[in-house]
């Protein structure tokens, strides 16, 4: 794949699945954008994508504003011209059951738990989508939106708030590709399964082999799996509209 002269920007792509990704896309040419709510993580990532010899370029950002969605997609705009690709990758985990009893008191997930992932994961992802839509259609050129949704999105134990965001990923996914087909926008998916990542690296060894042996294949999988997929969808030209599980076949 050949990315070269194409301007390809990532949310949430300081670290993890998103520098892959944004690696990834650097290395087939792309110039990447680099956008996390981090700033010192995001000139990390700049520079050693730029030592490395690729063309990268950082922006802080809180996708859950609209006011600093707006701010960025100017100064995107300024110092690029143009978008080829987008994607949405940035996300958040607030964890914790919808109600258990504990000491015979009853606790529930506190409004802002619920809040904050859905304005993260659920919203950040329309904010972006809808700028990054409005860009591709007003400079009339072919362009494509990745979303990163996650198999929770059929729903997960502890996970009311990153399940219903996820799934509410998905199907703006699908209604998306239908609306901008008529631009040559296309819109896809990407749903990973269990990914070797910062936060699963925390966990306890026992809980990880647990979490290992529910994969058919057996191992978890890793950040290039999906970087890989994402490469895939933006590459071809006749998907759109679907959502690409990435997953050692968990969810089958």
């Known amino acids: 794949m050949n990315f070269k002269n194409q301007h390809m920007a990532i949310t949430g792509s300081a670290r993890g699945l998103g520098l892959a990704i944004a690696r990834t896309l650097a290395e087939q040419g792309a110039t990447v954008s680099i956008i996390d709510i ?17 063309n990268a370029h950082g922006y802080a950002a809180n996708i859950a504003d609209e006011t600093a969605v707006l701010q960025l997609f100017d100064q995107l705009k300024a110092d690029h011209g143009t978008l080829h690709a987008w994607v949405n990758n940035a996300g958040i985990l607030r964890d914790g059951l919808l109600v258990k009893q504990k000491d015979g008191l009853i606790q529930t997930m506190p409004l802002a738990q ?19 839509a409005a860009w591709m259609v007003e400079q009339e050129t072919p362009g494509c939106i990745v979303n990163i949704s996650s198999i929770s999105k059929a729903g997960n134990l502890g996970q009311s708030n990153y399940s219903a ?15 901008l087909a008529r631009y040559n926008i296309r819109v896809a998916g990407v749903a990973p399964g269990f990914i070797e990542t910062e936060m699963t690296a925390s966990m306890k060894p026992e809980a990880l082999e647990r979490v290992k042996q529910t994969v058919p294949l057996k191992r978890m999988g890793k950040p290039q799996n999906i970087a890989d997929a994402v490469s895939f969808v933006i590459s071809n030209d006749y998907y759109s509209g679907r959502i690409l599980e990435v997953d050692g076949a968990l969810r089958i």
């Not at 619920?114 to 990054?132: H, K, M, P, Y």
């Not at 965001?165 to 609306?179: I, P, R, Y």
Request: hydrophobic share 50%; net charge negative.
């Open 38 to 54: 981090d700033s010192e993580a995001v000139a990390l990532a700049v520079e050693q994508l730029t030592q490395a010899g690729h």
């Open 114 to 132: 619920w809040q904050s992932v859905i304005d993260v994961n659920l919203t950040g992802v329309f904010l972006c989508g809808r700028e990054a």
């Open 165 to 179: 965001a996820k799934a509410g990923v998905a199907a703006m996914t699908v209604t998306w590709a239908k609306e």
